[in-house]
């Protein structure tokens, strides 16, 4: 059986990648052919492609009112691609990856797909229309009855309705072509049933990267040694945020430490480190401050204790409906809650964490390995 995965478009995201990567590598561990169907944006195209996308882009912009020349777009891209540069390295290496496909609007994915036995849509945001360049194409609008469709953790990253009138009506259709769906978070289920009105069965399954063991990562970073310091990982900086970090460092004796890159002064500056150094950043660290999805999944995946900032226009449901499989919704802080009140606690009972991530585990793996076995 060959399987080809569809999520967003692989770039400079840690956990992006890190949920593609454990997928696929889970598929693979189970004696699966797998491959990641890969997605690249339009500014990477060569020749008369590339200008008649920017002379589209451009004029969707200028009709926004939002304006750029040509030499600040090709600044904007340049930057882009530097910054991923050494993300890139870790894709290369370890997710098995299809040919080139561009995100273009209404661009024709029925050639690859005829490569697949079996696609399986997920996990990240893939169901949330702003993320996708066009949203039918994760509901698999372009694959025929032939090939065995599976949603795995899919996520809409809210838990409101943000489907137009028309994409509700069509992706209702598509979604009853699927054979499994699972989706990320709990709010998800009630999504599907009470705002999108989809009579489809479905389920709740872990993240991707919860199906592999700490030690499937620990092998990708090699010797670990505990720094006994803080790792900041933000996303969207502001004053509030690092006062909580401030006040981590008093109340737990110890520094905090980032390791995203500070500033566009110039491009060694701006790229991003390897995905591994993340990932060790992690390992090493005594404690997580984060307002990341990801950083908030892998300080759990390994008991590190941590905060995380819900970080609303991300998709604050997300953090809601993780934290609540593992009872620890204490973790989670935001911009209503009062630093002078707010009581630092390192204690986290990981017993009791660990045994249910092996209940849910189990459960995850089960509903995905019985669909591809039928």
């Known amino acids: 059986m060959k399987i080809g995965i ?7 995201n840690y956990g992006g990648i890190l ?7 889970f598929l693979q561990k189970n004696g699966y052919d797998v491959e990641t169907i890969n997605i690249v944006w339009s500014y990477q195209l060569n020749g008369v ?10 004029v969707r912009n200028m009709l926004i009112g939002k304006w750029y020349s040509l030499d600040e777009e090709k600044i904007l891209r340049n930057n882009e691609l530097v910054a991923a540069q050494r993300v890139n390295a870790f894709k290369e290496k370890n997710i098995p990856l299809s ?3 561009y995100s273009l609007p209404g661009a024709d994915f ?3 797909s005829n490569k697949y036995d079996t696609i399986i849509v997920g996990s990240d945001q893939v169901w949330r229309p702003k993320y996708t360049g066009g949203i039918e194409k994760y509901f698999l609008s372009f694959a025929d009855n032939r090939i065995k469709k599976i949603a795995y953790s899919a996520s809409f990253g809210t838990d409101k309705n943000e489907y137009s009138f028309y994409e509700k009506w069509v992706c209702g259709k598509l979604i009853k072509r699927f054979d499994a769906i699972s989706v990320r978070e709990e709010s998800a289920i009630s999504l599907i049933r009470e705002q999108l009105h989809w009579d489809v069965d479905v389920i709740q399954t872990l993240d991707p990267t919860m199906l592999l063991d ?3 990562y620990k092998s990708l970073v090699g010797q670990v040694v505990n720094n006994n310091k803080i790792f900041v990982y933000i996303l969207d900086s502001s004053v509030q945020k690092i006062s909580f970090v401030e006040k981590l460092e008093k109340v737990l004796c110890m520094p905090g430490f980032t390791i995203t890159p500070k500033g566009m002064d110039n491009k060694s500056a701006y790229v991003m480190p390897p995905v591994e150094t993340w990932l060790r950043a992690l390992l090493e660290s005594e404690f997580v401050f984060t307002d990341s999805f990801h950083g908030c999944v892998f300080s759990i995946l390994f008991n590190k204790p941590f905060y995380v900032y819900g970080n609303k226009s991300r998709g604050k449901s ?4 993780l934290l609540k499989i593992f009872n620890l919704q204490e973790r989670y802080i935001d911009e209503h809650t009062p630093l002078e009140n707010f009581e630092v606690n390192a204690d986290i009972d990981w017993n009791s964490v660990n045994a249910l991530l092996q209940k849910h585990k189990k459960k995850s793996k089960q509903f995905l390995l019985n669909v591809l076995e039928k």
């Open 6 to 12: 569809l999520t967003l478009r692989l770039f400079k």
């Open 110 to 112: 029925s050639d690859i």
């Open 318 to 321: 997300r953090f809601d409906n």
């Open 99 to 101: 040919q080139k496909v």
């Open 49 to 58: 492609k590339k200008y008649f996308v920017w002379l589209k882009r451009l």
């Open 19 to 25: 949920q593609n990567y454990a997928l696929s590598r």
């Open 214 to 216: 700490i030690t499937d």
